[in-house]
């Protein structure tokens, strides 16, 4: 074998290790085991919805019925107890936030949690069709107890679920 010969076989071999390392440095990272993070709603809210006071008394009454709405509109999903690992959590490759952390929601105000409601962010859906504005704001007063904030005591002037109230 003459000498140019096997320095263009040697240099082809240089070649392609070197291209096999560079293959290696942009391959993707492998999928990583650590969890993946809380799910952030891109939703657009206005300086409105922000600014928006939740008209419903953050009363155990309200919670309670914030928690009916949430144990069967919510719960798959954001877990039962609300700690974010529902029942469906693995199928759909989601990661909930964990709304028994105070942290998870304190820089967010009812009226942003109200529009995050009702416009929903794929794969929530909209509940602005399918709620009425009183049980969004009685969800809105749910996770707030989740998160360890302590409602009042019922003021026995709440008015009854699904009665509708005539003005005299």
């Known amino acids: 074998m003459s000498s140019k010969t096997i320095l263009l076989v040697l240099l082809l071999a240089v070649g392609v290790v070197?291209?096999?390392?560079?293959?290696?440095?942009?391959?993707?990272?492998?999928?990583?085991?650590?969890?993946?993070?809380?799910?952030?709603?891109?939703?657009?809210?206005?300086?409105?919805?922000?600014?928006?006071?939740?008209?419903?008394?953050?009363?155990?009454?309200?919670?309670?019925?914030?928690?009916?709405?949430?144990?069967?509109?919510?719960?798959?999903?954001?877990?039962?107890?609300?700690?974010?690992?529902?029942?469906?959590?693995?199928?759909?490759?989601?990661?909930?936030?964990d709304f028994t952390k105070p942290e998870t929601l304190k820089n967010r105000t009812d009226g942003e949690l109200f529009a995050i409601l009702t416009a929903g962010k794929e794969p929530m859906p909209s509940q602005g069709g399918r709620m009425t504005e009183q049980h969004k704001w009685n969800l809105v007063n749910f996770l707030r107890a989740l998160g360890g904030k302590v409602p009042a005591k019922p003021t026995g002037k709440e008015p009854e679920e699904n009665v509708i109230l005539v003005p005299q």
């Not at 492998?30 to 409105?48: F, K, M, Q």
């Not at 953050?58 to 928690?67: A, C, L, P, W």
């Not at 700690?83 to 469906?88: M, Q, S």
Request: proline share 10%; charged share 25%.
């Open 18 to 97: 070197w291209a096999q390392e560079e293959t290696k440095e942009q391959a993707p990272p492998a999928a990583s085991t650590a969890a993946t993070p809380p799910v952030t709603h891109n939703v657009v809210i206005s300086p409105e919805d922000v600014a928006r006071k939740n008209p419903v008394k953050f009363t155990q009454i309200s919670v309670d019925r914030g928690k009916k709405i949430y144990t069967t509109q919510c719960a798959l999903c954001h877990g039962k107890d609300g700690d974010g690992k529902g029942d469906l959590v693995a199928d759909m490759k989601i990661n909930p936030p």
